[in-house]
């Protein structure tokens, strides 16, 4: 017999235990099955389970657990991403701790140590997914930087060079002088910043420029590299200054003032001082005026010789000191607060830098091409569809891809350099020289003379390939997984990357397997507190999913996540959803001990009606769960389940058919609520795969290694929608009678009489043992000869004499108070409907609602007043 309170730590580890023991997440492909696969946005290998994890990893545990029981090959593919911005940063932070610095050590001792905390840090976050319950094939779990995936990543860079789609330029980047390497476009996130924004005058450098001219700055601390200053040539105020040269202020380096439309003569003033080398919009001016570029900034964020003042400074203390230093050299005009938006690494948070480098891109406008088509005919879907529009964009304006970064913890670029700048690309130092010796007939070349590229790839150029290399699809393009798993079924992933990551995907699909890597990609929301704040670890607004895990349980965790979670709209977590989830599986649970605790008796019963309309409400929910998945509707799938269990099992059904107190339950009942209750816990299992196996175990002898992970999910038969509309009025009177007991204050013990006045008296007739047991009622009558409390039920009134259980005064008295007030309200209706410009105005539906607002009222009015006499 099962424990008396349910207790998620009994029985959670166990039966995860015992579905890996049996295999059951292990696949294999088998012709004689269709595959359902699902890959694993890969987390990092150094991060631990947030609440955006708890929510991902729910909705693909459930959509993997449904595929499954319908006799699908359901393989879900764990895995995690080297990521090499957050890894490094950890490994240099560990390092400092012990005293080390990077520069100290060699690129293989450096790496060492990222190999290590890989190893000790690495497992973490799958370990705690099975905490969860994600039914992972944990044999096929893939790290971004093991061999095969790594030389996929090597063979995919030297296939688009010979393409001609990767290149090597100097160009303007987005720098992250924190991590010091660059970043792409999409990992700068734009954030309003209050900065002062600095009027400085810069004097004139022969008398013919008067007093000379001032600009608006939010970067003073830049002044030192400026080339230029421009002015828009239809300015009046400062024709006369084109051509004239000015002193940058503290260093007092003659510059040119140059004109260009480029300028709005309503900012500031008017006046642009042009920096190429750090300002992006500055570096197009200055190619098109052929300007000098003076960089001031070193890899992290510090000031070089070239400032010629506060050198090793950092830029933001440099920019405060050289404020003071204007002010104090009479060149500061005067400072006003400014907003504006300033990007900001997505890694580390470190304000960016333009800087001018020599970078690796990608080129992305012929790639990009079938992955906006394939979107937008919905040959892959996008759910919700909301953010068509937004690829869309993304993909019409589409920038070439930066795809080196000055890191050592990654995919090496595998180009290799000559000592006069030649470059070769190829898979190892060893084909590098091959090429060199056959293709540019260097024969005398060694090995010695090839130096390696030092940047990695970005990170997203590897699980841009996820999909194909974790089929090993580029080691062996026809392998029988790739075969047979690709294209995969379902995403399931974040609004934030679909650029990022799921954009890249498909280019990636669309290039190396002519095909759509998946066809559903389900967007989620964004987990956020009370506040509208997204959860992180910096606000302290985030909960451990662990310490939520241990407090209330995996199936109560995974239900109050899901309880309020709409396709691509923000989750407002509240630990009250949780708590929701934990009774859910209580009452699951309690109802359960209540029908294995029943003794049964083989005589025949009378709960053949019941029987019948849970049939039907069963088949009715399955259906409506089944196409609340088609849509990817699946939090209104669980608010399903969770109806059709608490209400219509719990509430319902089991108080029809339990039997008295201490007394037996016919077989044929008993047989029946257990079938249907093996039906619940395969329609639930899903969503809350821990109690339902424990109990659906329990509910009768299984043979060995059975379990309801593998047991077919529920198919929908047809139902009867008669007796569901038959049970929603037995309902609806139930409902009326209960609350008139509340309301007079009769005890749910007393037996009342119950006269129906009604043109369907077959129908209620054969509701009448259901109305009895659970309405308390001992006599019903028909006809028109009735007396007693009256109340109406659709068309049919009801009658129940209280004589002897109410004060006839009393009850006079509250039914004059319900005829004012009905009174009261036909006149109001009937002002309205009076009024001929309302008829004229409204809409047909709304005369018409208000015309059956008066019959209603009329109704009511007559079954007071019948009501009145009777008293």
Known sequence: MISKTYAPDDIEDKWYEYWIQNRYFASKPDPQKEPYTVVIPPPNVTGVLHMGHMLNNTIQDILVRKARMEGKEACWVPGTDHASIATEAKVVAMLREKGIRKSDLTREEFLEYCWEWTHKYGGIILKQLRKLGASCDWDRTRFTMEPDLYDAVIEVFIDLYNKGDIYRGHRMVNWDPQARTTVSDEEVIMKEVTQKLVYIRYAAASPEGGEGVVIATTRPETIMADVAVCVNPNDERYKNMV??????????????????????????????????????????????????????????GTLNEKAQILVGEDRFVARKKVVRMLEEAGALVKSEVYKSNVGHSERTD???????????????????????????????????????????????????WNISRQLWWGHRIPAYYLQDGTVIVAGSKREALKKAQTELQLFALTEEDLVQDPDVLDTWFS?????????????????????????????VTAPEILFFWVARMIIAGYEYKGLYPFRNVYLTGIVRDKLGRKMSKSLGNSPDPIELIEKYGADSVRTGMLFSSPAGNDLPYDEKLIEQGRNFCNKIWNAFRLVKGWSTTPAAGNNGLAIAWFEAR???????????????????ALRAVYRLIWDDFCSQYLEMIKPGFEQPVDEASYHATLDFFDRLMRLAHPFIPFITEELWQHIGERPDQASVCISGY??????????????????????????????KGISPKAALPLHIRTDRKEL?????????????????????????????????????????????????????????????????????????????????????????KQTDAESKIQTIREALARL
């Open 243 to 300: 051509g004239q040269k000015v002193l940058v202020p503290l260093i007092n380096r003659e510059i040119p003032v140059i004109a260009d439309e480029y300028v709005e003569m309503e900012f500031g003033t008017g006046c642009l001082k042009v920096t190429p080398a750090h300002d992006t919009n500055d570096y197009e001016l200055g190619k098109k005026h052929n300007l000098p570029v003076i960089d001031l900034l070193n890899e992290d």
């Open 350 to 400: 470190a304000v960016i830098e333009p800087r001018l480098s020599e970078q690796w891109f990608l080129k992305m406008e012929r790639l990009s091409r079938p992955a906006l088509e394939n979107v937008m005919n919905d040959t892959i879907r996008l759910i919700p569809p909301k953010f068509r529009n937004t690829y869309k964009h993304w993909m019409e304006n589409v920038r070439d």
């Open 463 to 491: 699980s841009w390939l996820w999909p194909i290399s974790v089929f090993n699809g580029f080691k062996d393009p026809d392998n029988e997984d790739i075969r047979y798993y690709y294209p995969t079924n379902d995403l």
């Open 618 to 636: 069963f088949n009715q929910a399955a259906e409506e769960i089944l196409d609340h998945f088609d849509k990817f509707r699946i939090s209104d």
């Open 714 to 743: 529920p198919a929908v038969k047809a139902y009867d929608e008669k007796i569901l509309a038959d049970f929603e009025i037995l309902f609806e009177l139930v409902s009326s009678l209960r609350n008139l007991r509340s309301s």
């Open 764 to 852: 209620y007739v054969s509701l009448e043992p259901l109305v009895r047991k659970l309405a308390g009622i001992d006599e019903i009558r028909y006809g028109n000869d009735l007396d007693g409390v009256s109340f109406l039920v659709r068309s049919d009134e009801f009658y129940v004499n209280l004589s002897g259980e109410i004060d006839a005064e009393e009850e006079k008295a509250n039914l004059l108070k319900e005829l004012e007030y009905a009174e009261g309200f036909l006149n109001s209706v009937m002002k309205k409907l009076g009024n001929e410009r309302f008829v004229q105005n409204a809409s047909p539906a709304i005369v018409l609602k208000e015309r059956q």
